[in-house]
C-alpha cells in the first residue's frame, strides 16, 4: 500500500513547490479567527515520545478547524503492554482516525505506519531521521523576518548527529540554494554531515560558522549525551555556546532560532534567549499556522 495522499513523511523527498505551498496556507491560517476545514474530523495524536510543542501545536491547530482531538500516549496505553505500532494503528483507525500524527523513537516508524494505514500520516518526528513539521515552520518563520530565501546563509550550531529537525532544515533550506553551515565539535557534527544535503559545509569553529550569517539556528545539546561522548561540559560551553559577543559575528539583522527545549547557560545566554534578536517563542506561535495547513492538506482542504 502507498501512503495515503496527503501524508506528510518527511521533506527529503517533498518538491520545493509544494513546500511553497503548505506555507503560502499557513500564511492564511490563524487560530484566533476558526475555520472549519476539519469539522468533525477526527485526528489521533499518538505520541511514543515527551512533547510539549509538537503535540500542543497539533492539538490546538485541529481544534481550530473543527476537528475532534485525541491523544494516546505510551504510558497508560495497550502500547505499554506490549502492542505492536501496526496494531495501535489497526486499532486507531478502526475506532474512526481520519488522520494519524505520530512520534517515535524509531527512524521510519510513520512511514511503515503510512504503508498499512489508509489514512494520512503525519511525522511528529521519527528516531534521528526527520521532524518535516518543524522545518516547516522554522522556514515559516524565516520567511517572516527575511521575506525571501534567496542569498541566505544559514549557520546551524549544536548536536547535528542527533538532530531530526537539523536533517529535516538540511533537506528544506537546499532545496531553495541557501547556503548551510553547520557547526560544532567532531563528535556531535561528523564530517559525514555534508552528505545530508547539496552544498554543505561542516566547520569546528563558531566564527567561522558566523561571519556574514542571516540566520542563526541552534539546537538542543543534552550535557549526559556530551558526558557519554565524553565531551568536557565547560569546554563545549566556551567554544560554541551563543552569546552577545558572538552574535556580533553574524550580520546586524541576524535572527536567532531554537526548536525547542533551550538550556539556557548551555547552548545560549539568557541574553541571547530574551535579546530583540531571538525568534523562539515566534517559532513557537508560528508552530499552529503551519500545522493548521499541514492538516488542512491531509483532507485535501488546502486550496
Not at 155 to 180: E, M, N, P, Q, T
Not at 228 to 241: A, N, S, V
Request: hydrophobic residues 40%; glycine residues 8%.
Amino acid at each position: 500500500m502507498n501512503p495515503a495522499r496527503g501524508s506528510l513523511l518527511g521533506i527529503e523527498h517533498l518538491e520545493a513547490a509544494e513546500i511553497l505551498r503548505i506555507l503560502k496556507f499557513a500564511r492564511r491560517m490563524n487560530p484566533d479567527k476558526p475555520r472549519p476545514l476539519l469539522k468533525g474530523k477526527r485526528v489521533m495524536l499518538l505520541f511514543y515520545e515527551a512533547s510539549t510543542r509538537t503535540r500542543s501545536s497539533f492539538e490546538i491547530a485541529a481544534k481550530s478547524m473543527g476537528a475532534h482531538t485525541v491523544l494516546i500516549q505510551s504510558f497508560g496505553s495497550s502500547i505499554e503492554k506490549g502492542e505492536s505500532l501496526l496494531d495501535t494503528g489497526y486499532t486507531v483507525r478502526a475506532v474512526g482516525a481520519d488522520i494519524i500524527v505520530i512520534r517515535h523513537p524509531n527512524a521510519g516508524a510513520p512511514y511503515t505506519m503510512s504503508q498499512h494505514i489508509d489514512v494520512p500520516v503525519i511525522n511528529a518526528g521519527d528516531g534521528l531521521h526527520e521532524h518535516p513539521s518543524q522545518s516547516l515552520l522554522d522556514a515559516y518563520t524565516i520567511l517572516r523576518n527575511k521575506k525571501t530565501f534567496k542569498g541566505l546563509q544559514v549557520a546551524i550550531v549544536g548536536d547535528i548527529f542527533h538532530s531530526r529537525v537539523a536533517r529535516s532544515a538540511c533537506h528544506l533550506l537546499s532545496k531553495f540554494g541557501v547556503k548551510i553551515i553547520l557547526c560544532g565539535p567532531p563528535e556531535l557534527v561528523p564530517d559525514i554531515a555534508t552528505t545530508l544535503a547539496p552544498g554543505i559545509r561542516v566547520t569546528r569553529h563558531i566564527d567561522d560558522a558566523l561571519r556574514g550569517t542571516d540566520v542563526i539556528m541552534l539546537l538542543r545539546v543534552q550535557s549526559e549525551r556530551l558526558s557519554g561522548l565524553k565531551l568536557d561540559l565547560l569546554e563545549y560551553i566556551t567554544r560554541y555556546q551563543m552569546n552577545p559577543a558572538r552574535l556580533k559575528m553574524a550580520r546586524k539583522d541576524a535572527i536567532v532560532m531554537h526548536p525547542g527545549p533551550i538550556i539556557r547557560g548551555l547552548e545560549l545566554t539568557s541574553e541571547i534567549a530574551d535579546g530583540a534578536q531571538a525568534r523562539i517563542l515566534e517559532e513557537v506561535r508560528n508552530g499552529v499556522p503551519t500545522r493548521m495547513a499541514i492538516l488542512a492538506r491531509a483532507m485535501g482542504k488546502m486550496r
